[in-house]
């Protein structure tokens, strides 16, 4: 078995080359790009720390499908062809674990239609599940210590964390740890601590030190923190961080004041980083920003008790460790004030709502809810909405001839406006997305970006009711976005959540519908309907037909949903109410809310998860606590350590004499099972500390 060291941008293997050994991730984070026949590379998804690497097209005999390449530093075991093959004869159970793996993968990309590809059955979703972070400052202003101790303390909830500083590795590791004749020692240090511990927080100097360096060459993702009240620039460090790191994902982190105002200007900070993939805004307590000694600081956080759940450090959490929770809220007209609700009852079962998606009535609520974050508000908005939706006298204001439309959309409009002015998708608190219907092009659209209320209005813009709406950036006609996607779950996987809460009003069509026969009578028909002694028939009007041909690739898409294991699929019991049924608010949000109060009944913040509770996962082991290794690599490299090489098979020889003599000495780590905030809590009890990069 031979033991690789790849640096950050070195293919491990390139697209079409044969297949002579997989890999199995020690450290590090694999990048597998596909480049299809015109050339273009599409990225088809990342490995990390104990998933396999090549194995589909080693098992098959194919080429390799994509190129993979690494994102940062990488060590891997690489297993040749010639050792597999002793392996599948001599441990069959190998061979049954991988089959099971395969196939559970298989099945999972069938039930959600994706495409099957060699790489998507062993990669993991892009952006999700980072292992080792890097902390940065855009200037010397972010409190930048207090920010990654508010970070480590959410994280810990979710699993072990260590965060790391310069001055904590030369305080225990020697003042020559960053010295180039100690790097193979440091490394081999630093990955040991990636074995013990879920994630590793890499706390940047503010100048472009060597250790500053080995933060950025050992992360998965790199947050770039900055304070939002102040001018978006691009901070010196910032700007020699993106030359050496291209490849690696960036993150930018707006901090907000306790009680600031709503964000603003986030596209102004955007629109200099085209680096950044996503961006957050975090609220942070007063005990970040006060003056206090480096001493009196670590005795603050020390105290901190449980977790807030619904704090934004905690969002920020679960979305690095890939365990953020999405909730998406579909159309249906005024049964979406439902939606309030549920939001209501979520909220109070102790679940926190990390990102949102939304189409037509759930495009509004769900904006309003990550516009206020603020059930008290969110209702009080919400009613006020509906109350105005039943002005007789707006609608008649808005009447014109109806070659488009039965109203010009100008009440509709006003009425969306004042909710949200002239904000922007990206200065929202939470993540969201909206979806709508491209006429122009026939297509389905989703929108992260760009004038809020603007695409609200056009998620709910329904045929014949009022016009399309005009998109300013490219003169597009989009409708609401329920005719191609009015639940959009799956969307909202692929934007990272892995727990999602999908909430249906869409409307229920009748499908015991009256046989006819061959030919149809509008004359007959309407003698039944309005004789009350004739049998009554179940026939659809020329709107109902419109309607449900309009619906057709909606409602196929709404069943995969409902069969699909990656979501809660939630309905309440609004079926008696009608679309435009807005005076009945009160009564539809209260229907909601009960449902909701019901269906997550028991759950507490910081207990069990909601795919646990609701049994979603099955009988899937808990690996929380468990130093956040997968199950499946640790047999396997057990297994593999003990069988002998075939004599065809060649080791190489990467192990050096200092090595042999290492052997002899003393682990350098011992047991970090207990909670390390700060460098008194990284020695044991006598003092000594965990590492030494010196013999003894």
């Known amino acids: 078995m031979e033991w690789m060291y790849v640096e950050s941008g070195r293919a491990i293997y390139r697209q079409d080359e044969p297949a002579d050994s997989t890999g199995i991730i020690l450290s590090g984070r694999l990048r597998s790009v596909l480049t299809r026949p015109d050339g273009k590379r599409e990225m088809v998804g990342e490995y990390g720390r104990g998933d396999l690497v090549g194995l589909v097209e ?133 990955g040991q601590q990636e074995d013990r511990h879920k994630v590793l927080l890499y706390q940047c100097d503010s100048d472009m030190t060597s250790w500053t360096q080995r933060c950025i060459r050992q992360s998965d993702c790199i947050l770039i923190v900055a304070l939002a009240d102040q001018e978006p620039v691009v901070g010196r460090l910032e700007k020699q961080v993106e030359s050496v790191a291209q490849r690696t994902q960036k993150e930018l982190v707006l901090l907000h004041h306790e009680g600031a105002d709503r964000p603003r200007n986030t596209v102004m900070w955007l629109n200099i980083r085209s680096w950044c993939s996503s961006h957050h805004h975090i609220r942070c307590p007063k005990r970040m920003f006060a003056k206090r000694s480096p001493a009196r600081i670590m005795e603050v956080y020390k105290k901190l008790g449980t977790v807030n759940v619904h704090s934004d450090f905690a969002r920020l959490a679960r979305f690095l460790t890939g365990t953020s929770i999405g909730l998406v809220l579909g159309g249906g007209g005024a049964r979406g004030c439902a939606h309030v609700g549920m939001i209501r009852a979520i909220y109070e079962a102790g679940i926190p709502i990390d990102m949102v998606g939304g189409v037509s009535i759930g495009a509004l609520v769900g904006a309003l809810w990550c516009h206020e974050v603020n059930v008290t508000t969110l209702v009080q908005k919400a009613r006020h909405w509906s109350k105005q939706m039943t002005s007789i006298w707006r609608q008649l204001w808005d009447l014109t001839y109806p070659i488009t439309a039965w109203f010009t959309g100008a009440a509709f409009n006003q009425c969306v406006y004042d909710l949200f002015g002239e904000c922007q998708v990206e200065d929202l608190w939470l993540p969201y997305f909206t979806i709508t219907t491209d006429i122009t092009s026939s297509c389905m659209r989703i929108h992260r970006h760009g004038s809020l ?244």
């Open 58 to 190: 080693l098992l098959t005999g194919a080429k390799r499908a994509t190129t993979v390449m690494a994102v940062r530093d990488t060590e891997l075991a690489k297993l040749p062809e010639g050792l597999l093959n002793v392996i599948k004869i001599k441990y069959p159970v190998v061979v049954t674990r991988l089959i099971h793996l395969l196939g559970h993968r298989l099945l999972g990309s069938l039930q959600r239609g994706d495409t099957v590809t060699a790489a998507s059955l062993i990669s993991r979703p892009t952006g999700s599940n980072f292992t080792t972070i890097a902390v940065l400052a855009v200037n010397e202003e972010v409190p930048l210590s207090t920010f990654t101790l508010e970070l480590s303390h959410a994280l810990q909830s979710i699993g072990p964390v260590f965060r790391l500083t310069s001055d904590y590795i030369r305080k225990h590791l020697g003042p020559s740890a960053f010295e180039t004749s100690n790097e193979y020692r440091l490394c081999n240090w630093l």
């Open 453 to 696: 209320w603007r695409y609200i209005r056009a998620s709910m813009s329904l045929s014949g009711y009022i016009p399309p709406m005009c998109d300013t950036t490219d003169g597009h006609l989009l409708l609401d976005g329920g005719y191609v996607n009015n639940l959009p779950a799956d969307i909202m996987r692929e934007t990272g959540a892995e727990t999602i809460i999908a909430v249906d009003v869409g409307s229920q069509d009748d499908t015991d519908l009256t046989n006819y026969g061959d030919t149809l009578s509008g004359w007959w028909l309407l003698f039944k309907r309005w004789n009350p002694l004739a049998t009554p028939v179940k026939i659809p009007s020329l709107p109902e037909i419109q309607s449900r041909l309009a619906y057709v690739s909606c409602v196929r898409q709404l069943e995969a949903v409902k069969t699909s294991d990656y979501c809660t699929y939630v309905r309440p019991p609004i079926d008696r109410y009608r679309t435009l049924q807005f005076g009945a608010f009160d009564e539809i949000m209260e229907v909601g809310y009960v449902h909701g109060r019901t269906l997550f009944a028991g759950m507490k913040a910081g207990q069990r998860t909601l795919r646990s509770v609701l049994n979603l996962d099955g009988a899937r082991a808990e690996q929380s606590g468990k130093e956040g290794r997968p199950t499946t690599f640790t047999d396997l490299a057990e297994m593999v350590c003990t069988i002998r090489q075939p004599t065809k098979v060649r080791h190489s020889n990467l192990a050096s004499e200092d090595d042999e003599a290492e052997s002899s000495e003393p682990d350098m780590i011992t047991d970090t099972d207990k909670d390390q905030d700060e460098d008194e809590e990284y020695t044991e009890d006598n003092g000594t500390p965990y590492g030494t990069l010196t013999s003894p």
